[in-house]
T-cell receptor, first 113, second 114 residues
Framework: EAGVAQSPRYKIIEKRQSVAFWCNPISGHATLYWYQQILGQGPKLLIQFQNNGVVDDSQLPKDRFSAERLKGVDSTLKIQPAKLEDSAVYLC???????????FGPGTRLTVL | AQTVTQSQPEMSVQEAETVTLSCTYDTSESDYYLFWYKQPPSRQMILVIRQEAYKQQNATENRFSVNFQKAAKSFSLKISDSQLGDAAMYFCAYVNQAGTALIFGKGTTLSVSS
């Protein structure tokens, strides 16, 4: 069974530039999560989707971050414009249902200079 | 709001020995799930073990077992016969019955020496 796929694995940008991350969840998983993991900390939820609807985006900085999950499968997370404090690993996870076991992708390490 | 606390930033163990990682959490809910995830330097978050709060029996997965104390809101992970490959960051996490996202602790870095 294929796992959660993410790309790119690494990205380096200048502050005020824009960047986008892509996630393909495990086939059949209805729930998709984006987490931000700052160095030395545990991951924190940015946004949770159930199929193509948003369940929770209360911690998403909506002035610069946006996310979508078209057709309830793949998802993209965008940052525009990026700030230095956005440097982190962005993890995508999926589960069959909310509350079920979450399976994580390899993450994207973002460095903002 | 739910919180998860891991009070040991770093732990070390020798190969073949046993180590216990601590975790406490705070919630007003009665039904929930608790997890331990392992994150090696590759950053891939790997599920180690899962515990349903309604089950009194402690979960076990090969060399990994938990001590779940619901009244004390404690959820520790015991690794027996430690191996070099166990070296990683370990995160304790909570999710409620309604299926909101995982709430993670700050993690414990485990080093294993030969």
């Amino acid at each position: 069974e294929a796992g959660v796929a993410q790309s790119p694995r690494y990205k380096i940008i200048e502050k005020r530039q824009s960047v986008a991350f892509w996630c393909n969840p495990i086939s059949g998983h209805a729930t998709l999560y984006w987490y931000q993991q700052i160095l030395g900390q545990g991951p924190k939820l940015l946004i949770q989707f159930q199929n193509n609807g948003v369940v929770d985006d209360s911690q998403l900085p909506k002035d610069r971050f946006s996310a979508e999950r078209l057709k309830g499968v793949d998802s993209t997370l965008k940052i525009q414009p990026a700030k230095l404090e956005d440097s982190a690993v962005y993890l995508c996870a999926s589960s069959l249902i909310g509350g079920g076991k979450q399976f994580f992708g390899p993450g994207t390490r973002l460095t903002v200079l | 709001a739910q919180t998860v606390t891991q009070s040991q930033p770093e732990m070390s163990v020798q190969e073949a020995e046993t180590v216990t990682l601590s975790c406490t959490y705070d919630t007003s809910e009665s039904d929930y799930y608790l997890f331990w995830y392992k994150q090696p330097p590759s950053r891939q978050m790997i599920l180690v073990i899962r515990q349903e709060a309604y089950k009194q029996q402690n979960a076990t997965e090969n060399r990994f077992s938990v001590n779940f104390q619901k009244a004390a809101k404690s959820f520790s992970l015991k690794i027996s016969d430690s191996q070099l490959g166990d070296a990683a960051m370990y995160f304790c996490a909570y999710v409620n019955q309604a299926g909101t996202a995982l709430i993670f602790g700050k993690g414990t870095t485990l080093s294993v020496s030969s």
